[in-house]
């Protein structure tokens, strides 16, 4: 058994998209080991119950607390707004952090105007967690959310900066514009990918957050004040379990990575 500084940090999502917060942790944090599980076989989660995504998400959690990682990162909005509690319930003691908490707060700490849009999946914006999270914060900032549904299909077919893209955020943006919000949070873990896109639609005085960044922000911080933050430096280990390889995992996988995926292993969970 390793001692705790030395442990991964553990990160999981419904599917493919988490892996844009193993980017931004392997750039924030680039001598910690990552363990990331996606649940390639039973995604999308948006259209399964309540009860269906807490179990799924339960069975993850306990996976990769097996694994022994020293901290639980939900890279995955979908669960982040539904499963949070469970997830903390099951790590006991593990700091267990999530994408909407950290978008949020960054959100509320960067505007200017009061005003913040959302852009995300629709069942994340139907779930309303953004807004709540960011009222938590600060009860008068004004949170206009849009739902973006063709975002995701458009970056895992990889037009990044194709016209079809572009004319797709001009019209889903037009209603959150108008509204003159002075940030935007990126509420998908698609979307960083086309984070430059939607810069150029926004306009450059428009503060985009990327709870991706975010994220790795706060993992990094909250590893820091636990002492926990690996004093190796050494090569990281970097290892990805899926629950199915789709033939197209790989590419897709190591374009939202940035990089190789090397050790890629399929487990099952459940029955």
Known sequence: MSTADR??????????GGLTVVRALMDRLPFEDIVYFGDSARVPYGVKSVATIEDF???IAEFLLQREVKALI??????????????????????????????????????????IGVIATPTTVNSNAYARAIHHLDPDVRVYSQACPLFVPLVEEGWLDHPVTRLTAEEYLKSVLVEDVDTLVLGCTHYPLIKPLLQQVCGDE??????????AEATARRLSELGLLNPQ?????????????????????????????????MVRLGN
Not at 7 to 16: L, T
């Open 233 to 265: 430096r050494e090569m990281p280990n970097y290892h990805y379990y899926v629950t199915d390889i789709p033939l197209r995992f790989q590419s897709i996988g190591e374009r939202f990575l940035g990089r190789s995926i090397r050790q890629l292993e």
């Open 74 to 115: 939900i890279a995955c909005n979908t669960m982040a707004a539904v499963a949070v509690e469970v997830v903390k319930q099951v790590a006991g003691e593990v700091p267990v952090l999530d994408v909407i908490d950290a978008g949020a707060r960054a959100a509320a700490r960067v505007t200017h105007s009061g005003a």
């Open 7 to 16: 442990r991964p940090i553990g990160v999981f999502d419904s599917g493919i």
């Open 206 to 215: 428009m503060t985009i957050v990327d709870s991706a960044v975010t994220t």
């Open 57 to 59: 998400t339960r069975q």
